[in-house]
């Protein structure tokens, strides 16, 4: 019974699996109502349908760079026989003939993102959301929303980069001067830091120190300790400097005198003289 459980599983993973990454029947019946609405808007705005031709539709669209628009559309831009075919030949909507013409002339089209953008144009995400209206810092709903989504046309987004261009010097200053303050805020709070470590870990006693005379008697010694500490300590004292003499003792003891060799043998007996005290007397 088990293992016809697991095996029934098994078949049935795969179609969980294909079913899981089927979108939902109503998003993609919204997704194509949305895409057909579209389209109307652009034939009656455009005059143009997927039955004009390339180059119809190129001029409607007032498109005057025929080979960056046919590179966006994904085809060949020197292939003139492309010219002269329709869009459903093509297999090109109308929707995506005015996205790639919109690419063509802003860099960008409806369908991009805000994060899209500002990453294009090299734009904190922040301050773009900031100049479109969203003042909200922390507000991330903007990031992955086209613009379509948002209702922001191309010309607004548009005058908001030249915006952004013209006051670059003046934000960048104050990005650098904030960024400044900051690091130097930093290192003063480390230093401070760094400064009180040393009151850490400090020994609240105070020490205790024992004053001894010349003659072995002690002249002082803290209150909290006792006569027999003392005398340990008096009597450690004692052997230390017993120890320092004994070893002065046999460094004078084993310590040789220099001489001088040349005078020493006038006063040693040297084989030498002899001989000629011998030779002499003959």
Do not use: C
Request: net charge positive; no cysteine.
């Amino acid at each position: 019974m088990m293992r016809n459980t697991i095996l029934t599983l098994i078949l049935l993973m795969p179609l969980m699996i294909f079913a899981q990454g089927q979108p939902a029947p109503g998003t993609q019946a919204e997704a194509d109502s949305l895409l057909l609405a579209r389209e109307q808007e652009i034939q009656s705005e455009y005059g143009f349908r997927d039955s004009n031709t390339l180059t119809d539709v190129a001029k409607k669209l007032e498109i005057e760079d025929l080979r960056s628009w046919k590179m966006a559309l994904g085809l060949e831009p020197d292939n003139k026989v492309l010219d002269n075919m329709t869009l459903r030949k093509l297999a090109i909507t109308p929707y995506r003939a005015l996205l790639a013409q919109q690419t063509v002339m802003y860099a960008y089209n409806e369908m991009s993102t805000i994060s899209e953008i500002a990453f294009k144009f090299s734009i904190p995400v922040k301050k773009f959301k900031a100049l479109l209206g969203n003042h909200d810092p922390l507000d991330t709903s903007w990031d992955n929303t086209s613009l379509q989504a948002l209702g922001i046309s191309l010309d607004t987004v548009q005058a908001v980069k030249q915006e952004f261009e013209g006051d670059i010097l003046s934000y960048g200053g104050s990005v650098l001067i904030v960024g400044v303050l900051v690091v130097f805020l930093a290192l003063i709070l480390t230093s401070i830091v760094i400064s009180q470590l040393v009151h850490l870990n400090r020994k609240s006693s105070k020490e205790s120190i024992i004053k001894v005379s010349s003659s072995g008697q002690v002249k002082s010694a803290p209150k909290n300790i006792s006569s027999n500490v003392i005398v340990a300590a008096v009597t450690a004292l004692h052997m230390h400097q017993m120890d320092i003499e004994e070893r002065r003792r046999m460094v004078l003891t084993f310590r040789r005198t220099p001489t001088n060799q040349w005078r020493a043998s006038a006063v040693l007996s040297m084989p030498n003289r002899e001989m000629t005290s011998v030779r002499r007397s003959q």
